[in-house]
């Protein structure tokens, strides 16, 4: 079953441009919400998350966004750097347990 | 601070033949643990997680077992593998009272 979707494979973006990674889950008894980045033969990292009672979160470059009543989440990334090139996966948890979704390749051109 | 470990790095088997996958944690008491799968060009699948020494719980029907003989030990085995059985397995850690799962390097499993 897909709780968590990413149904953008891939994403091309210039540097400096905004990237924009979305993500859409069906289970509305998740109530955290989190990215993670990848590269090729290495294990995700952590990078930004949200819990349900907030509707945003920002770190330096990267901002979330939550709509609980769409059940839909997105990742910006601004500016965009070739360095932020890489797999990311919007994920979801629930007690005990986090659905991932199928990721999204971000390329950024420089 | 915490550190994982997982190993080997790449591994390739014969359909048929057993496996077991080591992920140990550092600097960290009584952790969550997980073990993912992922199949190329497909997201993070779920296998096992456990709560404590012992505790192991299934998340989808295969033939890989998980085991917990010690507290920061998480093991994934196979009596006989499945040609479907090869992609990436990601070993993974959380403390207990948070969501925040931290991934160790990974191993490939490629079966032939």
């Known amino acids: 079953d897909q709780q968590v979707k990413q149904n953008s494979p891939s994403l091309s973006v210039q540097e400096g441009r905004i990237s924009i990674l979305n993500c859409d889950y069906t289970?509305?008894?998740?109530?955290?919400f989190l990215w993670y980045k990848k590269y090729p033969a290495e294990g995700p990292t952590f990078l930004i998350s949200?819990?349900?009672?907030?509707d945003k979160n920002e770190d330096g470059r990267f901002t979330v966004f939550l709509n609980k009543s769409a059940k839909h989440l997105s990742l910006h990334i601004v500016p965009s750097q070739p360095g932020d090139s890489a797999v990311y996966f919007c994920?979801?948890?629930?007690?005990?347990?986090?659905?991932f979704g199928a990721g999204t390749r971000l390329t950024v051109k420089p | 601070s915490q550190t994982i470990h997982q190993w080997p790095a790449t591994l390739v088997q014969p359909v048929g033949s057993p496996l077991s996958l080591e992920c140990t944690v550092e600097?960290?008491?009584?952790?969550?643990l997980y073990w993912y799968r992922q199949a190329a060009g497909r997201g993070l699948q779920l296998l096992f997680y456990?709560?404590?020494?012992?505790?192991i719980s299934s998340e989808v029907p295969q033939n890989l077992s998980a085991s917990r003989p010690q507290d920061r030990q998480f093991i994934l085995s196979s009596k006989k593998l499945l040609l479907s059985d090869s992609g990436f397995y990601l070993c993974?850690?959380?403390?207990?009272?948070?969501?925040?799962?931290?991934f160790g390097p990974g191993t490939r499993l490629t079966v032939l």
């Open positions: 289970n509305s008894m998740f109530d955290y």
């Open positions: 456990s709560v404590g020494i012992g505790q």
């Open positions: 993974a850690w959380s403390v207990h009272s948070k969501h925040e799962q931290f």
């Open positions: 994920a979801a948890s629930g007690r005990n347990d986090m659905r």
């Open positions: 600097g960290t008491s009584n952790p969550n």
């Open positions: 949200i819990s349900s009672i907030k």
